[in-house]
């Protein structure tokens, strides 16, 4: 059955790697593509005949231990950060980028190594026959950013290096072999990169010290070589960690990672703020604005307690320090056994749980983002716990600061952005703490699967959680009833009838427990945890209203 | 400069369960809300009068041990799961649905209880005061697939209960509540999902018992109680370990896991295969057919070796028993120090780790699925590793076989899947095992970023990755020489300064390692891993190029 589908079909396998064009279209390329590589490796055997020609003019007593690397094995690679005291006097090799380099005479260049935003500084010094006055111009003649593998000694530098960031060892070079070059013009230097981001976003501005000032739109227009700092390195080390700690949290819990849908058959939530996919074999779909009516259907389908790590789609036009059109959404949803709370706190341990071990396990990173971003490592939890506040104690706080909450007071509308970041003063102000957490929101400013508090009509019981000031999370418990789901939906202006809700709705006319749950974004908890200045930086390509590239 | 947001920017705070209506159309909704609660309210007391009245008919002794739940708090709560030997003759409080019950007499009503596919016996029996002739009655009228709190004595049933999962134990009900009733008409019964998936893919039909029998549509269509059974449960914890256990190897390993982009500037692999999102602020997007680039364009940015699980998109029409439009990929992609085959065969341990895990520590599991599924339970890896075979030494064995390899020998096209099962079979006949890989596939049935073979240009440094002769993964060491990579590019039809393709180019002309990786498809390995029929078996909600709901 399968053979007789078209090629097309069979090339295309459903593991993600790789997807060919057709077979036939390779096929006639083969030639093609045999002759180009015929052609490229001649034109490279020119080259390096030429350069190998040039660095002969004398004879070379080293010409074996420097040039295009000859092998595919080798000596065992040591990694630049697992450097220390202990390789004092012994012989390794790294594969390091160059960094930048510098020639003090024919026969000295240091060449300052980079892997991983961490630097070294290596020494190459002719000495007689083991190096060579040609190996000592030739490593020297490398542009910046290539790629090397260097064996040496490794030696202690008296005084220490101030411009490495391993400033207590130095290499010593016996042998240096060029592994990747870079072209000699780059767009950007990993070096102006390393500097802080500058406050103004205006471009082809300067620094006093007459230094490019590269600005955010720069670095991430070039966002390959701007990952390549060591601040940039460790922001993902942290981001990777926090997906790392919620998936462990959530799995010790017992809960079970599912991975729902992306293109959905409609809109569900109106056609503005939905990004169409136009070609689904015919037919619209659209793109999940969340997880939340699948993790829902989840726990219909008896599933208990779901997460999810996957994209978020949003296609609203907000140009703010903290929208993104595509982020990366920590999502959970869980039956309880009695009251919403039990959900509530175990997202508030969640929470206090992936802070702690931020801070226990990744001081290092943390203190290497601190000198580019200052609020690095002064992120407070008093106590160990969130701060647990009720929504109206909330703008309590704010009304006693003198800040104006009438239209709170009236129902009107939720908290301004900029009255969050006040609550996020004053309560850590008051309370020492950067966590907190505000409960039972009024019904009016939250989404019509929002349970309804039980005593009070115009509450529901429903949580956002914030960091400094802004908001990481919002949840809830849902509505587990479909005729009380109908009702909340209809008297918000949808149709349960609708193509988009109606699997939903019969998800639970066939009986669904009481549950809660709610959607974390990953990139702000980075952008606030690290205190970053804007959440592109805590995204490895962002996407905004403004930028599909890179 | 944030208050200056329209209302709906606000609103959509990019964390991801709340997307909420813009607020002025909430406030608006406010009233509406409260009258339509207020009415459903004033409906539900009625009801609950009427049912109480219709229960107390005659005075009823039992009457605050069942009926509507009438608290939020209350006792310790005990998994299904969890009851053993040790809880007989004790109380405990289980929430299940109502499987099925059956009314003995007016004294005595049998309900089974079912909580996550596990089903365990109710014995409801009228005896003097604690137990009521009304509650009984009550009891026994709940419709099926409701919830329902249930309290009571823990008994050893004589002789056990053959129809349910838990046959040793049986529950002697001293209280039960409704926790959420199910609708009297059900589109599908869950006993009917619980039958083996039939041979015919009609509808309408009955088995020899006169018991419908529901197809794989029928089941997709209604997968919210599909899920329900107790295979499906094992399956989707199978998945979930797959998915942890990747996450786990990689993150121990040193790799990162990123998370990026799913909507591209610009399509990379031609129109035909890729969904458009066609309202991108006035652009059109596309959406990722992998993260290939992506991943190879953070290893050129120094991440040395990371890893992604996220949705895949291939826009392909193809209706086959194992391709979805939409999976989830487990991708990876590293440098290597002096060789591709490290990366080989890192990847080689990373499923043989991930297999032996999932057989160590879900033989549970297992157990339930082989009894819908009888293949599972016997996947074979002959001594803890990897069979890795040359491409060519697998089509060797073909032709041994007498299958005719002659546009396999003459490089015209790749295995096609009628072969590849053969391979399999062939395989596990003479090397014991379900797991291999065959390495050094032809350059022609490759992508364009494959790297070449460095003797034989008419081969390269790829590989592919089979369970039970079906494809999971396919991977290469790529090129990271730009030169190289466009004269490769040009070769195959495409052009290197292509919109979508001049950031990924870029990234290599700044330096690039060498490096290989590979993408696995999750629904895959689950389905050969269990010996599934069908990959839409082994994905919660699939998408396929007729089907877009659930």
């Known amino acids: 059955m399968e053979s007789s589908l078209p090629t097309h079909a069979k090339d295309n396998p459903n593991v993600s790697a790789d997807g060919a064009p057709s077979k036939n279209a390779l096929k006639k390329a083969q030639k093609e593509a045999e002759k180009a590589a015929k052609k490229a490796a001649a034109k490279k055997a020119d080259e390096e005949k030429r350069a190998a020609q040039q660095a002969q003019t004398s004879e070379d007593t080293a010409k074996d231990k420097y040039g295009e690397l000859p092998q595919e094995e080798g000596p065992i690679i040591t990694h630049l950060k697992k450097l220390g005291e202990d390789h004092v006097d012994k012989e390794v090799t790294v594969i390091a980028r160059i960094h930048n380099s510098r020639s003090q005479s024919a026969k000295l260049a240091f060449l300052m190594l980079r892997q991983q935003g961490k630097t070294v500084q290596a020494v190459v010094a002719a000495n007689g026959e083991a190096v060579s006055r040609q190996m000592v111009k030739w490593a020297v003649s490398l542009s910046v950013n290539s790629f090397v593998r260097v064996t040496g000694l490794i030696k202690k530098p008296d005084p220490p290096v101030a411009s490495a960031s391993i400033s207590n060892l130095e290499l010593h070079v016996t042998k240096i072999y060029l592994l990747a070059r870079a072209a000699e013009q780059l767009p950007m230097q990993v070096k102006d990169a390393e500097r802080p981001p500058p406050a103004t976003a205006e471009e082809g501005q300067v620094d006093a010290e007459g230094a490019p000032i590269v600005t955010l739109k720069t670095r991430l227009d070039n966002r390959v070589i701007d990952l390549q700092t060591e601040c940039n390195q460790a922001i993902f080390t942290i981001s990777d960690a926090v997906e790392g700690l919620f998936t462990e949290y959530m799995r010790k819990s017992g809960s079970r990672q599912f991975n729902t849908p992306k293109i959905l058959g409609a809109a569900t939530e109106g056609g503005s703020g939905v990004f169409e996919v136009s070609n689904y074999f015919g037919k619209s779909g659209f793109l999940a604005q969340s997880p939340q009516l699948y993790k829902q259907m989840l726990i219909a389908a008896d599933c208990e307690s779901v997460f999810e790590v996957g994209p978020v789609f949003r296609a609203e036009n907000s140009n703010t320090h903290r929208h993104l059109c595509e982020f990366t959404g920590l999502d959970f949803e869980m039956v309880f056994d009695h009251h919403y709370h039990e959900v509530l706190g175990f997202a508030e341990q969640l929470i206090v749980f992936i802070i702690q071990e931020l801070q226990a396990r990744y001081k290092d990173e943390i203190a290497v983002v601190h000198r580019y971003f200052p609020r690095a490592g002064d992120f407070r939890i008093k106590d160990g716990k969130a701060l647990r506040l009720k929504y109206f104690d909330g703008i309590k706080i704010l009304r006693d600061a003198g800040v104006d909450t009438t239209e709170q007071d009236n129902y009107v509308t ?10 996020g003063q004053l309560i850590r102000e008051k309370y020492d703490t950067d ?11 939250r989404p019509f699967y929002t349970k309804q508090h039980p005593t009070d009509p115009k509450l529901s019981n429903s949580y956002d959680f914030f960091m400094r000031g802004e908001e990481i999370m919002s949840g809830a418990q849902r509505i587990n009833d479909a005729a009380e789901l109908e009702a909340s939906m209809r008297s918000k202006g949808l149709d ?33 945890f690290l205190g970053l200045d804007n959440v592109r930086q805590a995204t490895p390509f962002p996407r905004d209203p403004q930028r599909l590239r890179p």
């Open 414 to 423: 939720d908290l301004t952005t900029a009255q969050e970041k006040r609550l």
């Open 435 to 445: 966590f907190y957490v505000l409960d039972e929101f009024p019904m009016v400013v």
């Open 496 to 528: 349960p009838d609708a193509e988009g809700f109606v699997d939903y709705v019969n998800a639970f006319r066939q009986g669904c427990r009481p549950h809660a749950g709610g959607g974390l974004g990953l990139n702000r908890i980075v952008m606030f």
